[in-house]
């Protein structure tokens, strides 16, 4: 299937668990409902293990949550009192069913299921590594390495969160993991604080989740981020924070405030609503120009906007209709089809930009394909000025820690100037958010924030090889037959 929406990144995947001690909470459909709230995170598959009384099943599949989570199937799950669910866009593994996940495993020790969000940067040399001793991989995915680094650890680890510490020597890149035991439930992030994850108390629960959106809609209270490099356990007898990783560094993905996050969300402190109005405000200040409107491009560009409204003094305008009833699954397969897209999904209101000089606000671009597009959409419906404004400075490298940007060759900002891109988009002009006014987005928390695909400059070292599984060729791309 052809991926028609959009010109946009994709992260990778958003994760969720509950702990619940002894009070009655579903913690089943708590899930299904924080997932509902993760969705923006990952839409190609889903899943949800339970653990009843030391015995862990799992339910997963490609698809939406509701597509996966008919009533049907939430109804035929067993209630436990721990739960691991999962929400997924392939960076690193195929789109298939295989690699949904929570994974579960059942080892020498005991049952493990086990949800990551971000990437590896090392899984292609540890993958080799376990392959050599006989291992055998059912997915492409790094998550299946991360797996195989704790199982072994386990062997001789004391318990299972010391398996979970010693892997975290290992394993290299950006992950926020849950995972759960017979016993335990554990949350860990990299060192770096790559991608974001946070508690919360919901009653005697305890709740884990990539945002605090989650958390909101199951009515959960936000306790904390986790800490980079921490690893909290959660058993019958309390909680328990391991440190020993922390203090190491940071590099939060500075995205996550400018578009993969939701709005509502609180992370590292910020509100990411009000990042966004930052951007916007900090744009009207680097970027100023003579108009009558400003809009946003739906969703994360309405934030923007209106900070650039605000600060501009320039009206703010509902400039397009966004359709909230066309899914993943909708397919554009011929050149006709291609061209509608973008107009299916969002349609211009006419009277709101006839006539007039208009401030375009989106997040970013990535190639420049659908910023033609909408931009066309604005002439046609009678703006006599196109003026587009982006809340993020131009992509120019790839990112290896869990969005899809895996080569310069496919950005329109490393291949021509902002002069040009203003000409191939049709734009009377084009600005970007300064890369000095990154940290302004965010000044509340006190991380630093990676930038690496702007800047080329990364917390960690890049991967050495290609993330692609050999698995993921063709025959006739397999150089090493």
Not at 437 to 448: F, G, I, S, V, Y
Request: a negative charge; charged letters at 20%; one cysteine or more.
């Amino acid at each position: 299937m052809e991926k028609c929406w959009m010109d946009k990144p994709h992260e990778e995947c958003g994760v969720f668990g509950i702990f619940n001690k002894g009070d009655s909470a579903d913690v089943i459909m708590d899930t299904y409902y924080g997932l509902y709230a993760l969705q923006h995170r990952g839409q190609e598959s889903c899943g949800i293990a339970v653990n009843d009384d030391g015995v862990i099943s799992c339910h997963k599949d490609l698809g939406l949550v509701n597509e996966v989570f008919t009533r049907d199937v939430l109804d035929g799950m067993p209630r436990g009192k721990m739960t691991v669910g999962h929400c997924r866009y392939a960076t690193t593994g195929t789109r298939s069913s295989a690699n949904a996940q929570p994974l579960v495993l059942r080892h020498i020790k005991g049952n493990m299921a086990l949800a990551h969000n971000g990437n590896l940067t090392n899984a292609a040399e540890l993958r080799a590594e376990v392959e050599l001793t006989g291992a055998i991989f059912h997915t492409t995915s790094d998550t299946e390495v991360i797996a195989y680094a704790i199982t072994k650890e386990r062997l001789t680890a004391p318990s299972i969160q010391a398996a979970v510490v010693a892997a975290m020597d290992k394993i290299k890149g950006a992950y926020s993991l849950i995972i759960m035991s017979p016993r335990k439930l554990i949350a860990a992030r990299d060192p770096y604080g790559f991608r974001p994850l946070c508690m919360g108390k919901l009653g005697e629960s305890t709740v884990f989740a990539s945002e605090s959106c989650a958390l909101d809609s199951i009515g959960a209270t936000f306790v904390r981020d986790i800490e980079p490099g921490e690893v909290v356990v959660v058993t019958d007898d309390g909680i328990e924070s391991i440190r020993t990783h922390c203090g190491k560094g940071s590099g939060f993905c500075v995205f996550e405030y400018i578009y993969f996050a939701r709005p509502d969300s609180v992370i590292n402190g910020t509100s990411v609503h009000l990042a966004r109005q930052r951007a916007g405000a900090l744009l009207a200040l680097s970027h100023p120009v003579q108009a009558d409107v400003v809009i946003g491009v739906p969703d994360s560009g309405l934030d923007a906007a209106l900070g650039y409204a605000r600060q501009s003094g320039i009206p703010y305008g509902i400039g397009f209709l966004k359709n909230k009833y066309i899914g993943r699954t909708f397919i554009a397969p011929g050149q006709k089809q291609r061209e509608n897209a973008v107009r299916i999904k969002l349609n211009p209101i006419s009277a709101t930009v006839k006539g007039k000089r208009v401030i375009l606000v989106d997040d970013s671009i990535v190639r420049g394909t659908t910023s033609l597009k909408i931009v066309k959409l604005l002439r046609e419906a009678g703006a006599t000025e196109v003026h587009m404004r982006l809340s993020a400075p131009p992509f120019l490298y790839p990112c290896y820690f869990g969005t899809d940007i895996d080569s310069s060759e496919n950005l329109i900002a490393y291949k021509h100037s902002i002069e040009e891109i203003a000409q191939i988009i049709n734009v009377d002009s084009l600005g970007f958010l300064e890369i000095e006014d990154l940290p302004k987005l965010a000044e509340n928390t006190k991380c630093k924030m990676c930038d690496g695909c702007f800047t080329g400059h990364y917390p960690i070292d890049p991967p050495a090889c290609s993330a692609k599984s050999k698995f993921e060729y063709k025959i006739s791309e397999n150089t090493n037959d």
